[in-house]
């Protein structure tokens, strides 16, 4: 499997932006998907997760009620749509792909597969 990010940006306190990560290779395989962040310096944190069929979805708090996660099985293309941005999401943002039913939520090591991060800068 490889994942490929696009779609960051700038934007500006309250805009919006919707992040794309294309699967190709052994998509069949991929059980759980999710969006990652990283703070330059900082360690990599958990944002969204969607399964397979899109019925279990989780976010951590920060970003509850402005980002949604979905994914588009058809096409193997996994979104996130941040709105409400705010300067504290600034962070390269990275796609993970997981061939594990069982994942823990949040749970780097539990990912296999990683995009190559794509950035988003909020100003304020």
């Known amino acids: 499997v490889q994942l490929v990010e696009s779609g960051g940006g700038l934007k500006q306190t309250g805009g919006s932006l919707r992040l794309s990560c294309a699967a190709t290779g052994r998509t069949d395989s991929i059980y759980y998907m999710a969006w990652f962040r990283q703070v330059p310096g900082n360690e990599t944190t958990f944002v969204a997760h969607?399964?397979?069929?899109?019925?279990?979805?989780h976010y951590t708090g920060s970003v509850k009620g402005r980002f949604t996660i979905f994914r588009d099985s058809a096409k193997n293309i996994l979104y996130l749509q941040m709105n409400s941005l705010q300067p504290e999401d600034t962070a390269v943002y990275y796609c993970?792909?997981?061939?594990?039913?069982?994942?823990?939520?949040?749970?780097?090591?539990?990912?296999?597969?990683w995009g190559q991060g794509t950035p988003v800068t909020v100003s304020s």
């Open positions: 993970a792909a997981s061939s594990f039913s069982g994942i823990r939520v949040g749970r780097r090591d539990d990912y296999d597969t």
């Open positions: 969607i399964n397979r069929n899109g019925a279990d979805t």
